[in-house]
């Protein structure tokens, strides 16, 4: 962190495939003030270097993927200990015919096209498979053929549940760039404030599979200004 006339900033890891910003935007600012970022300044490699001079036996461990804290896991099998699945019917966007079943609409994404179960030639035009729509009020798991699929796409969204660390910045509308999720590159936004908790968040550029529930982080080059978590995605 830095801080500039006595106000905190979070700024990106030098090592941008690293990078942990998008995980800590929701850190309070008098938190932040006092954390430190050991290796924020280092790339993996150059820590691993470090292990390895200081005989470290992690300096060639292999790095953490998925849920780092659990370890490798089945994750459909993992979460079933602890969310009661509920099956229901696959069907497709665009006719409402029933193409398959889905296992519980907690083990999907949208964009997914892995572990669906149907198969392209048998169901419609040989193309792939992916997930468009879950509507969990009825158990249904909508998926379209294609990974261009326009209803993959989206213009915008709505966030709420903000934090920023300047609070100043969050009463303006303006122009910055955005993560949706965390391996994603920076995306050119306008940002609005909309409401005491709520800003619209309009793409430059469509973007593909926006998930309601997931982070929008907003940066201003290398500085992350905050963001909320999105609760609606328009076209």
Known sequence: SDAPQGKPRLLR????????????????????????????????????????????VTA???????????GERNFRQF?????????????DF??????????G???YTLGQRRGLGIGGDAQGDGR???????DLERN??????????????????IAHGLHFFD???????????AKFRYRQGDQGVRVTRTGPDEIRVEFETRQRAVTPGQSVVLYDGEVCLGGGVIDQVLD
């Open 128 to 134: 792939r498979w992916f997930v468009i729509r879950k």
């Open 60 to 70: 060639g461990k292999r790095d953490s993927t998925g849920i780092c804290f659990i």
């Open 94 to 103: 665009h006719t409402g015919r029933v193409v398959g079943q889905h296992m």
């Open 79 to 91: 979460l079933s200990q602890y969310l009661p699945a509920q099956p229901g019917q696959m069907l």
């Open 13 to 56: 890891g030098v090592d941008p495939g690293k990078d942990q910003s998008y995980f800590l935007y929701e850190v309070p600012a008098a938190a932040l003030d006092r954390a430190l970022f050991p290796v924020g300044g280092m790339t993996k490699a150059q820590v691993r270097a470090l292990a390895a001079q200081e005989g470290l």
């Open 167 to 177: 609070p100043d910045e969050a009463r303006k509308s303006f122009a910055c760039t």
């Open 105 to 107: 609409l907690m083990y």
């Open 140 to 157: 249904i798991l909508y998926v379209a053929q294609g990974e261009d699929a326009p209803e993959l796409y989206s213009g915008g969204l």
